[in-house]
Each structure stands twice: as structure tokens, then as C-alpha cells.
T-cell receptor, first 113, second 113 residues
Framework: EDKVVQSPLSLVVHEGDTVTLNCSYEVTNFRSLLWYKQEKKAPTFLFMLTSSGIEKKSGRLSSILDKKELFSILNITATQTGDSAVYLCAVEPRGSTLGRLYFGRGTQLTVWP | ETGVTQTPRHLVMGMTNKKSLKCEQHLGHNAMYWYKQSAKKPLELMFVYSLEERVENNSVPSRFSPECPNSSHLFLHLHTLQPEDSALYLC????????????FGPGTRLTVL
């Protein structure tokens, strides 16, 4: 059973649109939630979130965590074709000495010109 | 440019072949990981090494054999694989096990015939 659930599984938008990607999780003793962008192969780190309500921003991307409701969102404003990728959410339990990250299945984002 | 490199980038092998995947990190990290990414499935953690010692084998079949000769290099030796082992194999590293962000290499796309 998946511990990290992402939605939607796929999303098609036009350039300039704003998108919101969702990640909900069920992990004992939460430590952090991470967002990655995977274009062709290697996931690229975007954000690490550890505290509720504090928005992390990087250009047109932003993310926020709600530890009470156990979810995070990733927003992308003014989307561009270069934003097309799979966006992965991963959760790390606190006290993990094993480097374990639980990944979601990802959201496939396609941005059309 | 990623600080984690993997070779080869693509590999096609028969079920009776023996091959090895190589990962090298130039980030001075102490922890390295092997992940498997199959189509339509979340990333799966296979092995974790900390300072060249294996700290987790996530119930991976013995036809996958890891080797970590030093903290900068990680190998995955493959022997008598099955077609269902075809996947993208990703290497990652982090400063310490179970802490901080993991940085991924570009992956090796493996096809088992």
C-alpha cells in the first residue's frame, strides 16, 4: 500500500497556466518531504519541507507543507514548455538511519506551447 | 552538471550475462544508494551504504550484488537477471545516511532480453 499518494497522475496544460500538484502521505514519525523534478532520467531536487505553513519558493515554483493534514502542494505559475516533466514527492521518516525515502508515483506534467 | 555520474547510461544484456553498473559521486558524501525505477511504479530503494558499509538490503534478490570499495564509488553487479529486472537504475548520494537531500545520478537504463 502506497505511503505517498500524488495527484493528479497526469496533467496537460498550456503555457502560461498555473498548476497545483498534490502530495499526501502517511508516514510514522515524519521528518521531511521532498519534491523532485524528473525530466528524462535523474530526479532533480526542488524543495525540502520540514515545517508546516512555511512556503518555499524558487522562481515560478513554490511549495508548502501541512503536517496536520499530511499533505503538500507544489505550485507552478506561468508554466513553460520546459516545465514538462514528472514531479516526484518523497517523504522521509524521522529517525531513519537507513536513508529511506518513500516516493509517490509522480505527476506527469505536460505543458503545450 | 550533476555531481553524481553513472555508467553506462544504457545497457542491454541477456539473462545469462554478467554486467556491472558504476556510480561515482564527486560531492564528498558519505552515503550512497541504489534505486530501481520501473515503469508506472514508485522509486524503490535497493541498497544503502554508509562509509562503505552496507546498512540496508531492502530484500533485493541475490542476482543483484552491490559493492562499495570507497565512499566515492558504488557498483551494482548483475548476474542471471530476468526480463522483469528491466528498469532505470538510479544511484544517489547524501552527506550522511538518513539526513539531508539525496542527489541523484542520471541513471542506467537496463534492458534484459
Amino acid at each position: 500500500e502506497d505511503k505517498v499518494v500524488q495527484s493528479p497522475l497526469s496533467l496537460v496544460v498550456h503555457e502560461g497556466d498555473t498548476v497545483t500538484l498534490n502530495c499526501s502521505y502517511e508516514v510514522t514519525n515524519f521528518r521531511s518531504l521532498l519534491w523532485y523534478k524528473q525530466e528524462k532520467k535523474a530526479p532533480t531536487f526542488l524543495f525540502m519541507l520540514t515545517s508546516s505553513g512555511i512556503e518555499k519558493k524558487s522562481g515560478r515554483l513554490s511549495s508548502i507543507l501541512d503536517k496536520k493534514e499530511l499533505f503538500s502542494i507544489l505550485n507552478i505559475t506561468a508554466t513553460q514548455t520546459g516545465d514538462s516533466a514528472v514531479y516526484l514527492c518523497a517523504v522521509e521518516p524521522r529517525g531513519s538511519t537507513l536513508g529511506r525515502l518513500y516516493f509517490g508515483r509522480g505527476t506527469q506534467l505536460t505543458v503545450w506551447p | 552538471e550533476t555531481g553524481v555520474t553513472q555508467t553506462p547510461r544504457h545497457l542491454v544484456m541477456g539473462m545469462t550475462n554478467k554486467k556491472s553498473l558504476k556510480c561515482e559521486q564527486h560531492l564528498g558524501h558519505n552515503a550512497m544508494y541504489w534505486y530501481k525505477q520501473s515503469a508506472k511504479k514508485p522509486l524503490e530503494l535497493m541498497f544503502v551504504y554508509s562509509l562503505e558499509e552496507r546498512v540496508e538490503n531492502n530484500s533485493v534478490p541475490s542476482r543483484f550484488s552491490p559493492e562499495c570499495p570507497n565512499s566515492s564509488h558504488l557498483f551494482l553487479h548483475l548476474h542471471t537477471l530476468q526480463p522483469e529486472d528491466s528498469a532505470l537504475y538510479l544511484c544517489a548520494s547524501s552527506p550522511q545516511v538518513g539526513r539531508d537531500t539525496q542527489y541523484f545520478g542520471p541513471g542506467t537504463r537496463l534492458t534484459v532480453l
